[in-house]
């Protein structure tokens, strides 16, 4: 297993476009996590995945984001009618349910600049 | 309001000392706590966790210490190595809530 992959890993679009990442976790791992952090600032919780199951969204994930993990595998962010104040780094982390949910294995990130 | 913070933004130590980062938190229902380590272009990396029910856990060269009563904890890293250089945030969790962050520490460490 090569831990969590992301994809892209660097994305540059225009004011309005549209984005999708991509997100594979561990293979044994139940739980997915988005988190959105923006330079000098920790990472902040958008929302996360058990299983196929959306559980949770934070109120920072706007009607122009949705998430979607279809068959509990890999995990999809959209961004519609992307904002310049969506520039930051999406990272993807997953974790197994039960002991060690909170130990959270993150991806490098997909680092989104908007023009 | 609930938040997750730290006392300093920078810290720069001599290779070899040892580094010690603090950070605060105000939420008396959280019972989890982990330290990560962020370098440049990378993910979180997890280094270290602790639960409410410890005071102190020791990992290799790290240790935290969780002080309840003032809602603080510390990471300490012994023998600092360039390598340590990086971003280090503490989190925490409350019982079926996901890991909040707090801004993060930057540690130099110098030659």
């Known amino acids: 297993d090569t831990g969590v992959s992301q994809d892209p890993r660097h994305k540059i679009t225009k004011r309005g476009q549209n984005v999708t990442f991509r997100c594979d976790p561990i293979?044994?791992?139940?739980?997915l996590y988005w988190y959105r952090q923006t330079l000098g600032q920790g990472p902040e919780f958008l929302t996360y995945?058990?299983?196929?199951?959306?559980?949770?969204k934070s109120r920072l994930l706007s009607d122009r984001f949705s998430a979607e993990r279809p068959k509990g595998s890999f995990s999809t962010l959209e961004i519609q009618r992307t904002e310049q104040g969506d520039s930051a780094m999406y990272l993807c982390a997953s974790s197994p349910a039960g002991a060690g949910a909170n130990v959270l294995t993150f991806g490098a990130g997909s680092r989104l600049t908007v023009l | 309001g609930e938040s997750v913070g730290l006392h300093l933004p920078t810290l720069s130590v001599q290779e070899g000392d040892n580094s010690i980062i603090n950070c605060a938190y105000s939420?008396?229902?959280?019972?989890?706590f982990i330290w990560y380590k962020q370098e440049s272009g990378k993910g979180p990396q997890f280094i270290i966790d602790i639960r409410s029910n410890m005071d102190k856990r020791q990992g290799q060269r790290v240790t935290v210490l969780l002080n309840k009563t003032v809602k603080h904890l510390s990471l300490q890293i012994a023998a600092t190595q360039p390598g340590d250089s990086a971003v280090y945030f503490c989190?925490?969790?409350?019982?079926?809530?996901?890991?909040?962050f707090g801004k993060g520490t930057r540690l130099s460490v110098i030659a």
């Open positions: 995945f058990q299983n196929e199951a959306q559980l949770e």
């Open positions: 293979s044994e791992h139940n739980r």
């Open positions: 939420n008396s229902a959280s019972d989890y």
């Open positions: 989190a925490e969790s409350r019982p079926n809530t996901p890991l909040v």
